[in-house]
């Protein structure tokens, strides 16, 4: 594991060779690396950087769960679906919760952006790392998304 400072706090990257296989909160300061996912993680907080191209492999999870993130891996950047929407998109509209549940289990945020779901009506709830990250993160996308939108 290598560890990547950004504006949320240190985020512990796991790989496999090239391939990215865990994003983790609060992780201690270390060592960083030269690795492609650490260049991209530096370029998305810088602005640079709007669609994760590094492989990664969501290990783990149910097959609800497995879905969620393929759903969640779908949205844009700078753009927010709900929880009850991947809910409906996967054939269970009352599955809301569960859908938060799996967010919450997302093995590799900020790449599958888990932080892109909100509740209804755009309600701010839930997200394994705080919701004051989840506020940061939606906030840069969306001065980004402005900012390229407008010139």
Not at 11 to 27: A, K
Not at 118 to 138: N, P, Q
């Amino acid at each position: 594991m290598f560890v990547v400072d950004s504006p949320i706090g240190p985020l512990g990257v796991s790989v496999s060779g090239d391939t990215v296989v865990g994003v983790h909160f609060g992780s201690r300061p270390g060592a960083s690396a030269a690795h492609p996912a650490a260049q991209q993680l530096e370029a998305y907080f810088a602005g640079e950087l709007t669609d994760f191209t590094v492989p990664f492999e969501m290990r783990g999870g149910t097959e609800f769960e497995r879905a969620v993130w393929g759903e969640i891996a779908k949205i844009p950047y700078g753009e927010m679906i709900t929880y009850g929407a991947i809910a409906t998109a996967l054939g269970d509209p009352g599955a809301a919760r569960a859908v938060g549940t799996a967010c919450n289990h997302n093995p590799i945020p900020v790449i599958v952006p888990c932080h892109r779901v909100v509740g209804a009506g755009g309600k701010m709830v839930g997200f394994g790392g705080g919701l004051d990250r989840k506020r940061k993160l939606l906030e840069l996308e969306a001065r980004i998304a402005l900012a390229r939108a407008w010139g």
